[in-house]
Every structure is written in C-alpha cells, then in structure tokens.
C-alpha cells in the first residue's frame, strides 16, 4: 500500500511543471529526443540517488550545520539564473548543429542537488514514505521513482520536440526560449519567498 501511495506521488510530482520539466521541454524543442536522453535518465538515475542519500540521514547534516541551507539556496538560484540565460539565448534551429548542447547525464543528475522541487519531493517521499524503513526498502523506493518519473519527463521532451514544428521560425523559437527561461526564474519564486519570512 505504501508502495502504490509513493509511485502516485512519485507520478504527480514528476509530471507537474517544475525546473526539470521546463528545462526537458526547451531541450526537446531545441535538440530533439534523441539528444535529450542523456538529460532525462540523468534527473531519473541523478535523484534516485539523493532520495537514497537523503534516505539515509543526509538531512541530519544539514541540522548540524544549518549554513549549508543558505550554501545550497544560493547555489541553487545562481545556477538556475545560469540555466535560464542559457535557454533564453538558445541558437535558433537553422543554426542549432553544433551551435548549442543538450544537458550531459553528470550534469542532469547534479543538477538535481540544486533543484528546489527535487529537494521538496526528496524531503517529502523519504518523511512520509519510507521513514523508519530498511536500506533495502529506501533503495526500492528510490528505484520506484525513478521508474515512475522517466516517463513523465519522457512526455515534457516529447512535447517540446512537437513544439519544434511551430518554432520554425526564429522569432517563434525566441520566444518560446525567452517564455521557458522566464518560468524557470519564475520557479524560484518558493525558494526565495522562504528566504524572505
């Protein structure tokens, strides 16, 4: 029971707009789905592992040295401004051959360290589902999500690879990469907003 409430959250929680799935929907709308595999298995296999390392009292670390909070926000919202400017500036299609990259594997599943919604779903599966329970059953767990979220962020990439047949024309693909980098500023609004009480 607890197995099939977890896989509902893991589905809900992977296939609602977040840093992710905005980031996956301007790759496939810029690179395609071929190109952006190595981006989706990275934020599958990448927070696989942070639920394990969470699982496994990463967060009683963060209690000892609270400061590590403040590092990771930080760190979180530069790399995210990062990304977003990428995004905006994306090349238009005609030039994209070798103008531009899709995110590697490493730098997916790394990016999940920085993430706000993956941190929030982390806290949220390992407190709720899986506290008090065995090594084995966090590892099952964490592959469960995994398994759950590559196809919601399977559906994000494919979407931005149709996407690509009305962004056919410069202007268009602008400004639907200006659109995609500004929600993903806007997805900070949670983290900084916490900042400020």
Known sequence: MTLASLAIFAFV???TPGPNNLMLMASGANFGLLRTVPH???ISVGFAMMMILVG???????DRYPAIYTVLKVASVAYMLFL??????????????????PM?????????????????????AVTVYVAGATAGYLILAAMM?????????????????????????????RAFNWT???LLIASLYPVLSLGAQ
Do not use: D, H
């Open 13 to 15: 929680s992977s296939i």
């Open 40 to 42: 989706m298995l990275g």
């Open 56 to 62: 496994s009292g990463l967060t009683q670390l963060f």
């Open 84 to 101: 977003a400017w990428k995004i905006a500036n994306a090349a238009p299609l005609r030039r994209r051959e070798g103008a531009g990259k």
């Open 104 to 124: 590697t594997f490493l730098q997916a599943a790394a990016f999940q360290w920085v993430n706000p919604k993956a941190w929030a779903m982390a806290l949220t």
């Open 145 to 173: 999500f995994a398994t759950v979220n590559l196809p919601s962020v399977t559906v994000w990439t494919v979407m931005g690879r149709e996407m690509a047949r009305v962004l056919n024309k410069p202007a268009r693909l």
């Open 180 to 182: 995609m980098a500004a």
